[in-house]
């Protein structure tokens, strides 16, 4: 089954009032299955978080369509499935960790107890249960990423959305990421997630989509995108700089 | 009922705003102060209380409901705590009423507390001049009541501005809003005067289109115990909901045309 399904997606940034700019998404079709880890790769600019910010309902397409579940993303039933990370996100600083949790819990309409329970679970999770009664503004960043997965699985999410999880975060903070998603799959859920970093997208992803200028130039699993013959940052590079098809 | 997770949070945002404490404050200080000023008078202490109190709820509401008003959603944007609440289960139409309704909430008890501060100095007043503490005027609450709906209107013109510019900018035209709204009967009977028809025109049309805030002020009214029918209040009132109403219609339309 297809939890992600893009066809034809476009979006153009208008430049003026009524003149159209450049394309930041150029006819992308793309699809993750259930139960897929998909790494979403692309050097800066590429329209990652263009293609991440449309799925979730933050923007509008041009043209094409983006489905979650069969719906778009504009639909909040489609919504009440993810679990979405923004990009170097930014959270209510004057909330603690389990108001935070219990606002998010709230806006999938779960039950007083429902978001308790979660919120103990969550912040055992993550590590951060002796934190609950902090206030976000005297967390450090590599909290902050944590309390960010935290609500993003605050409805027991069935796929989660991640848009580059990894950055700024320290080795140590990188590896614990990486056990995380890995320990998502296990739970059977669909992880789609942007970055940078071929080395962690190499030891989790089960498929890769590379895109560059707003072009989907190669998807597939990590073993067809290298061929066997080199690492995914060669590939990469190979695959972006030459913006050859595969 | 998702927009009252929003409402319950923005009102905790702002409980949680120091900015919103030193204005209530400053506020408590200048109504209990008015006693002060009283003195100056002679046989007139309660109506200097009363005058003083009431511009002071109005004057500290305004600026409460400019300042938060104006970045109800512009600073969710700024900060990007929009990100994350908007790929939730919730449409943006429920978002932004959620933010209005917290505002309002916000405003009711911060009204309620200098209202309660303007009563406790009346009575105080009273009990120093060995006056019964009970015998104060129960018609400020009418001025009380439609200063609440001034505030809830200058709410909604700030959160309009709010869905499509920056704090500043917001804070700029909400209070221009609010200066114009309260002189533009006096810039009709100007143009009247002015020999140029198209500035008459203008100054009618300014008059038409943005709020008529005058017509909340009933201080002056209430102090020297003017009566004031029963009808007015009621047409008022409906002024305020279909002037509201209006602009968080327009509000919602700018907000859900976005990209963010």
Same mark, same amino acid.
């Given at each position: 089954?297809?939890?992600?399904?893009?066809?034809?997606?476009?979006?153009?940034?208008?430049?003026?009032?009524?003149?159209?700019?450049?394309?930041?998404?150029?006819?992308?079709?793309?699809?993750?299955?259930?139960?897929?880890?998909?790494?979403?790769?692309?050097?800066?600019?590429?329209?990652?978080?263009?293609?991440?910010?449309?799925?979730?309902? =933050?923007?509008?397409?041009?043209?094409?369509?983006?489905?979650?579940?069969?719906?778009?993303?504009?639909?909040?039933?489609?919504?009440?499935?993810?679990?979405?990370?923004?990009?170097?996100?930014?959270?209510?600083?004057?909330?603690?960790?389990?108001?935070?949790?219990?606002?998010?819990?709230?806006?999938?309409?779960?039950?007083?107890?429902?978001?308790?329970?979660?919120?103990?679970?969550? %912040?055992?999770?993550?590590?951060?249960?002796?934190?609950?009664? !902090?206030?976000?503004?005297?967390?450090?960043?590599?909290?902050?990423?944590? #309390?960010? #997965?935290?609500?993003?699985?605050?409805?027991?999410?069935? %796929?989660? *959305? !991640?848009?580059?999880?990894?950055?700024?975060?320290?080795?140590?903070?990188?590896?614990?990421?990486?056990?995380? #998603?890995?320990?998502?799959?296990?739970?059977?859920?669909?992880?789609?997630?942007?970055?940078?970093?071929?080395?962690?997208?190499?030891? +989790?992803?089960?498929?890769?989509?590379?895109?560059?200028?707003?072009?989907? %130039?190669?998807?597939?699993?990590?073993?067809?995108?290298?061929?066997?013959?080199?690492?995914?940052?060669?590939?990469?590079?190979?695959?972006?700089?030459?913006?050859?098809?595969? | 009922?998702?927009?009252?997770?929003?409402?319950?949070?923005?009102?905790?945002?702002?409980?949680?705003?120091?900015?919103?404490?030193?204005?209530?404050?400053?506020?408590?200080?200048?109504?209990?102060?008015?006693?002060?000023?009283?003195?100056?008078?002679?046989?007139?202490?309660?109506? +200097?209380?009363?005058?003083?109190?009431?511009?002071?709820?109005?004057?500290?509401?305004? !600026?409460?409901?400019?300042?938060?008003?104006?970045?109800?959603?512009?600073?969710?944007?700024?900060?990007?705590?929009?990100?994350?609440? =908007?790929?939730?289960?919730?449409?943006?139409?429920?978002?932004?009423?959620?933010?209005?309704?917290?505002?309002?909430?916000?405003?009711?008890?911060?009204?309620? *507390?200098?209202? *309660?501060?303007?009563? %406790?100095?009346?009575?105080?007043?009273?009990?120093?001049?060995?006056?019964?503490?009970?015998?104060?005027?129960?018609?400020?609450?009418?001025?009380?009541?439609?200063?609440?709906?001034?505030?809830? &209107?200058?709410?909604?013109?700030?959160?309009?501005?709010?869905?499509?510019?920056?704090?500043?900018?917001?804070?700029?035209?909400?209070?221009?809003?609010?200066?114009?709204?309260?002189?533009?009967?006096? &810039?009709?009977?100007?143009?009247?005067?002015?020999?140029?028809?198209?500035?008459?025109?203008?100054?009618?049309?300014?008059?038409?289109?943005?709020?008529?805030?005058?017509?909340?002020?009933?201080?002056?009214?209430?102090?020297?115990?003017?009566?004031?029918?029963? #009808?007015?209040? !009621?047409?008022?009132?409906?002024?305020?909901?279909?002037?509201?109403?209006?602009?968080?219609?327009?509000?919602?339309? +700018?907000?859900?045309?976005?990209?963010?």
């Amino acid at each position: 089954m297809e939890i992600i399904k893009t066809a034809g997606l476009t979006k153009e940034y208008p430049s003026g009032l009524f003149q159209k700019g450049p394309r930041a998404l150029d006819q992308l079709d793309l699809a993750v299955s259930a139960g897929e880890v998909f790494g979403f790769l692309g050097p800066n600019g590429a329209g990652k978080t263009t293609t991440i910010k449309i799925l979730v309902g =933050l923007m509008r397409q041009t043209s094409g369509t983006a489905q979650l579940f069969g719906q778009d993303g504009n639909n909040t039933e489609a919504r009440s499935k993810i679990g979405f990370l923004a990009e170097s996100s930014h959270f209510y600083e004057y909330l603690t960790a389990s108001e935070i949790l219990g606002f998010y819990g709230n806006l999938f309409s779960l039950s007083k107890s429902l978001i308790k329970e979660r919120t103990i679970t969550l %912040l055992k999770q993550v590590g951060l249960e002796s934190s609950g009664h !902090l206030q976000l503004r005297k967390f450090s960043k590599g909290m902050l990423q944590r #309390i960010g #997965i935290a609500q993003a699985l605050i409805n027991d999410p069935e %796929l989660v *959305i !991640l848009d580059e999880p990894m950055s700024g975060l320290d080795p140590i903070g990188r590896k614990e990421m990486r056990e995380l #998603i890995l320990s998502l799959k296990t739970e059977g859920k669909t992880i789609f997630f942007s970055s940078h970093i071929m080395h962690d997208v190499e030891m +989790i992803c089960d498929r890769v989509g590379i895109l560059a200028q707003g072009k989907l %130039l190669a998807v597939g699993k990590i073993d067809e995108i290298t061929q066997g013959k080199e690492t995914l940052e060669e590939s990469f590079i190979r695959i972006v700089q030459g913006e050859q098809v595969i | 009922m998702k927009w009252r997770a929003v409402a319950i949070n923005t009102f905790r945002e702002a409980r949680r705003d120091k900015i919103f404490y030193n204005l209530l404050i400053f506020a408590l200080i200048l109504i209990g102060g008015s006693m002060l000023l009283a003195t100056l008078t002679l046989g007139e202490q309660s109506k +200097i209380i009363m005058d003083f109190g009431l511009a002071s709820i109005n004057f500290f509401g305004i !600026l409460i409901a400019i300042f938060l008003g104006v970045s109800l959603v512009s600073k969710e944007i700024q900060k990007r705590t929009l990100y994350t609440v =908007l790929s939730k289960p919730i449409g943006r139409t429920e978002f932004l009423l959620g933010k209005y309704a917290g505002l309002l909430l916000t405003l009711l008890i911060n009204t309620a *507390i200098m209202t *309660i501060g303007l009563y %406790l100095t009346l009575m105080l007043n009273q009990f120093s001049w060995g006056l019964p503490v009970t015998d104060v005027e129960p018609h400020l609450l009418n001025a009380v009541f439609m200063i609440y709906l001034e505030l809830c &209107l200058i709410t909604a013109v700030a959160l309009l501005f709010s869905t499509f510019t920056t704090t500043t900018l917001s804070a700029i035209f909400t209070l221009s809003i609010y200066v114009i709204g309260h002189i533009s009967s006096d &810039l009709v009977a100007l143009g009247e005067k002015l020999p140029a028809k198209s500035t008459a025109f203008l100054l009618k049309a300014i008059y038409y289109i943005l709020p008529n805030l005058s017509n909340f002020d009933i201080k002056g009214q209430v102090v020297h115990k003017v009566a004031i029918e029963p #009808i007015y209040f !009621l047409l008022t009132g409906t002024y305020a909901v279909v002037y509201i109403t209006l602009l968080i219609a327009t509000a919602t339309f +700018i907000f859900n045309k976005r990209d963010f």
